[in-house]
């Protein structure tokens, strides 16, 4: 259908059996009409394709335009037959460039639009334009019509991303990979926090000469009610889960009252209790109690010069905290799970200025605690620094939100309705998952500039020294599926990645970090070359990695840019994944589509092929424990040019639990497991400095460490 091809919606695709599959009709409709076009009928196609044809010539400049440094490029510029145009660039800093037209470059040929004759005048960007966001100016006059202004907005991107100069050497860095809810310390509330990460930086890069620690997203969930168990189905992408806060770290607790002391206290020693509990975690409980802790402590005020910082935070975060904490205030103010009047459904109406006026204290107090997240985050990195590491924190960007949060609410007008993010049938998935978060929409999302992405990755790097993003093969294809259809029945919806992977690359490069892509499941042969050509890092999964006859990949033909790791949270910890448990779980939950026999066989085969692989290294021997099984497979991983080396916290320990089953949401106690060892005792931070298991793991992924 020559409307979809228009709008980079896939009319078909081949699945993860090498089959062709043709998307049905009723799909691409409910997928367009997503983006809001309409194509009930022939002529609505006809008008939809004239729209979209003409929708570049009714606008002098382009919404947005992204280049790439250094290379050369040229700005279109439709205007008025005749008209005299004169273009510049007003730089971030304040400063002016002039730009040349390029008469040499082959423009578009005139078209009369709307009954006036328009015409494409390209004008050359200057290659040494520095790095950042800018806007273009294009003033027309003479012609037909009277002389008026353009603007857009210019991103100049790094061509390539380059290595922070503290892993750009020779030899691989390594770092611990953890569930940081999961990991738990004697004075946790019951869930892993910011303190405990602090203890986690300083141990590992201090005592283990850890250079990295990857964690699941620390993104916001629900502010009241039931809170969201997965970190990868936020609320929103840009703030911090205040569960995570340490209540006591907060430099105003030290001044509270003696009753408010013991209140807080008395609040914490029942969830402390919990601590060494192997079984579920609660979410609901712990914040519960932490939010009235800290309800406490903000309306304990704070000193002049603290509130001033306070100030200085809302002052940066602008309208996007603003926002997101009003969403948080009218939360609590219509109740959780309650219909909101149909009025509260978009910024701006009367209803929702009047809550925001009326509702001021409560968004102040969500606001704060933004400010009281990033006081921790920064600790935290500071920790890491101060310990050695390399990069210190490496946060999780998730792909995408909950369709009732936050960000589907305040940024509804770049994100597409009666659709969700979900990906096709695959070998681990075979029925396909549907993710239940609304994806972006590719022209809303450029007619904004881009800034809500940019905005979201900014802060995410604020503290951090790298960030894994989840499904980087979003920033190209993203599978939308229409509401009321099975996972399997959706399509590929295709983004400027150019645009998305420029933009995360800029700020990383301002913050100075590292960015890895999880380019894992059915990704194009092109993508992972094009993430290399730009410096974002790919992610290989030992046993995923193979060759063109479906044997393991030796250790010397892996990637050097890359996150190499033995497994990921979608899968057991390693102990869990060598006894099969991966399979029998898929099986009790009705996810597989061939007979468990043959899943079981292929699983076993795929196995024993790794550990042949690995005996064939002179890695393992003949009747190896289970540790040394562990061990071998990550100095395997040290064998590989790979430059950056994880090491699941769960391996180290000797846990078993998976932590996610992928398409399940209650049949699993997805994302409620702490950390445990093999014998499902409780693991706490403090003893991990005793675990000869961890510590033995650790010396063997530091024994190749280039500063040794």
């Known amino acids: 259908m020559e409307l979809a091809a228009a709008n980079g919606v896939a009319t078909e695709y081949w699945d993860w059996k090498g089959g062709h599959i043709t998307v049905s009709r009723s799909t691409i409709v409910a997928v367009l009409s997503a983006m809001g076009i309409a194509c009930g009928s022939e002529d609505d196609v006809e008008a939809a394709l004239a729209a979209r044809e003409l929708a570049p010539w009714r606008r002098a400049l382009p919404p947005v335009v992204v280049v790439r440094s250094g290379r050369d490029a040229t700005v279109p510029v439709r205007v008025p037959a005749g008209a005299q145009v004169h273009v510049s660039v007003v730089l ?63 991103v100049v991107t790094p061509d390539r991303l380059e290595l922070p100069a503290a892993i750009a050497g020779p030899g691989h860095r390594w770092g611990f990979m953890a569930q940081l809810y999961s990991v738990r310390s004697r004075t946790s509330w019951g869930l892993g926090d910011l303190a405990d990460l602090g203890e986690l930086l300083d141990w590992s890069g201090r005592d283990l000469g850890a250079d990295f620690l990857l964690i699941n997203p620390l993104l916001a969930a629900e502010p009241v009610g039931h809170q969201q168990d997965s970190p990868y189905l936020p609320t929103t992408r840009r703030f911090t889960n205040p569960i995570y806060l340490r209540v006591e770290d907060v430099r105003e607790f030290a001044y509270l009252p003696a009753t408010d002391h013991a209140l807080v206290e008395w609040q914490a020693e029942p969830l402390m209790a919990r601590n060494a509990d192997p079984g579920q975690l609660d979410r609901d409980a712990v914040w519960a109690a932490k939010r009235a802790a800290l309800k406490t402590v903000f309306e304990a005020g704070r000193s002049p010069a603290r509130q001033s910082a306070f100030d200085a935070f809302r002052a940066r975060e602008g309208q996007g905290l603003a926002d997101y904490a009003l969403w948080a205030a009218m939360i609590e103010h219509f109740g959780d799970g309650q219909p909101w009047p149909a009025e509260a459904a978009r910024i701006g109406s009367p209803l929702v200025e009047r809550l925001r006026e009326e509702l001021s204290g409560a968004i102040e107090f969500h606001e704060w605690l933004q400010w009281q997240c990033d006081e921790q985050l920064a600790r935290a990195q500071a920790t890491a620094t101060d310990a050695g590491m390399a990069l210190g924190v490496m946060h999780d960007l998730a792909v995408g939100v909950h369709p009732s949060g936050a960000d589907a609410w305040a940024l509804r007008d770049v994100l597409a309705t009666g659709v969700s993010v979900g990906a096709p049938p695959d070998a681990f998935n075979q029925q396909g998952q549907d993710w239940s978060q609304p994806p972006w929409q590719p022209v809303a999302l450029a007619e904004a500039g881009y800034a809500p992405w940019r905005d979201m990755v900014r802060t995410i790097l604020r503290h951090a020294g790298g960030v894994r993003v989840d499904h980087v093969l979003g920033l190209f294809r993203l599978w939308w599926v229409p509401n009321g259809s099975g996972p399997g029945m959706g399509t590929y919806v295709r983004y400027d990645h150019d645009a998305l992977v420029g933009i995360l690359c800029l700020e990383a490069a301002r913050s100075g970090a590292v960015v890895v892509g999880e380019d894992l499941g059915l990704v194009e042969p092109w993508v992972r070359g094009y993430l290399t050509e730009r410096g974002v890092l790919g992610t290989s999964v030992l046993w995923f990695e193979k060759d063109g006859e479906g044997e393991p990949l030796p250790p010397q033909a892996w990637r050097e840019l890359c996150l190499a790791t033995v497994n990921t949270h979608d899968l057991p910890p390693t102990a869990g994944y060598l006894a099969g448990e991966h399979i029998e779980l898929r099986d009790r939950l009705g996810l597989l589509t061939r007979s468990i026999e043959e899943e079981r066989a292929a699983d076993e085969a795929d196995r024993a092929a790794v550990l042949a692989q690995l005996r064939d ?50 049949e699993y106690p997805n994302w409620r497991v702490p950390l445990t060892d093999g014998a499902g005792e409780v693991v706490l931070v403090e003893e991990l400095r005793e675990r000869p298991r961890v510590l033995s793991l650790a010396e063997l992924v530091s024994s190749s460490d280039p500063e040794d």
């Open 617 to 666: 290294l002179g890695l393992l021997g003949e009747q190896p424990t289970e540790r040394e099984v562990v061990e071998a497979l990550h100095a395997f991983l040290l064998a590989t040019p790979a430059k950056l080396v994880g090491v699941a916290l769960t391996d180290a320990v000797g846990d078993r639990r998976t932590q996610n089953q992928p398409g399940t949401s209650d």
């Open 92 to 154: 971030e800093d304040g400063g002016q460039r002039e730009l040349e037209r390029d008469t040499s470059a082959d423009a578009a040929a005139p078209r009369e639009v709307d009954g006036v004759r328009r015409e494409e005048q390209l004008f050359a960007l200057p290659t040494d334009l520095p790095l950042g966001y800018h806007q273009l100016v294009a003033t027309t006059g003479g012609g037909e019509t009277a002389a008026a202004e353009a603007t857009a907005a210019l």
